[in-house]
T-cell receptor, first 111, second 118 residues
Framework: GQQVMQIPQYQHVQEGEDFTTYCNSSTTLSNIQWYKQRPGGHPVFLIQLVKSGEVKKQKRLTFQFGEAKKNSSLHITATQTTDVGTYFCAGPRTGTYKYIFGTGTRLKVLA | GAVVSQHPSRVICKSGTSVKIECRSLDFQATTMFWYRQFPKQSLMLMATSNEGSKATYEQGVEKDKFLINHASLTLSTLTVTSAHPEDSSFYIC??????????????FGPGTRLLVL
């Protein structure tokens, strides 16, 4: 079946360092969404990318959708302790609006 | 806008009892709501899709007779875990998809319900 994988599974960084998580889908996606889940919390929508090669920025966060629309990345510049959490990508199952979540990347930021 | 609530936030029950979880979209109408389950340190797994006024569709491997879903209105979906067992202990999260407008393509998640079955 359709799978969405993320690497790395875990990442520990010193505050101020950059962080990147990569998302890879087994199938071409019509769009991709990114979510952040704080420890003990629920997923919060960050952004949606639709176009091939699209790049969007939100302050220190940069999101990219691959040319083949099968992969995506989230890059955080100069991490802060508030960036701690698990970042999930999610893509719709082919032909539906049901989203399949990636395996997630758990980020810890050391002060 | 786009707030989704869930009730209860936590529940502890004895094995064999049934538990009902409510998911409400507070400031928008949702024809479709989704129910996910998340085990510790794992990703969200879609359990079922709840459609207002029709039967829910379940993902492969999810027992429809065990996880009863009702979507009686455009703002309310309920998930009932029947005859709960310890292996049903998990974090259950609903999300709602707006009917139209600029919110349409986005899922809005509820705060989740932590179920512990003793």
């Amino acid at each position: 079946g359709q799978q969405v994988m993320q690497i790395p599974q875990y990442q520990h960084v010193q505050e101020g360092e950059d962080f990147t998580t990569y998302c890879n889908s087994s199938t071409t996606l019509s769009n991709i969404q990114w979510y952040k889940q704080r420890p003990g919390g629920h997923p919060v929508f960050l952004i949606q990318l639709v176009k091939s090669g699209e790049v969007k920025k939100q302050k220190r966060l940069t999101f990219q959708f691959g040319e083949a629309k099968k992969n995506s990345s989230l890059h955080i510049t100069a991490t802060q302790t508030t960036d701690v959490g698990t970042y999930f990508c999610a893509g719709p199952r082919t032909g539906t609006y049901k989203y399949i979540f990636g395996t997630g990347t758990r980020l810890k930021v050391l002060a | 806008g786009a707030v989704v609530s869930q009730h209860p936030s936590r529940v502890i029950c004895k094995s064999g009892t049934s538990v009902k979880i409510e998911c409400r979209s507070l400031d928008f109408q949702a024809t479709t709501m989704f129910w996910y389950r998340q085990f510790p340190k794992q990703s969200l797994m879609l359990m079922a899709t709840s459609n207002e006024g029709s039967k829910a569709t379940y993902e492969q491997g999810v027992e429809k007779d065990k996880f009863l879903i009702n979507h009686a209105s455009l703002t309310l979906s309920t998930l009932t875990v029947t005859s709960a067992h310890p292996e049903d202990s998990s974090f259950y999260i609903c999300s709602a998809r707006a009917m139209a407008g600029e919110l349409r393509e986005t899922q809005y998640f509820g705060p989740g319900t932590r179920l512990l079955v003793l």
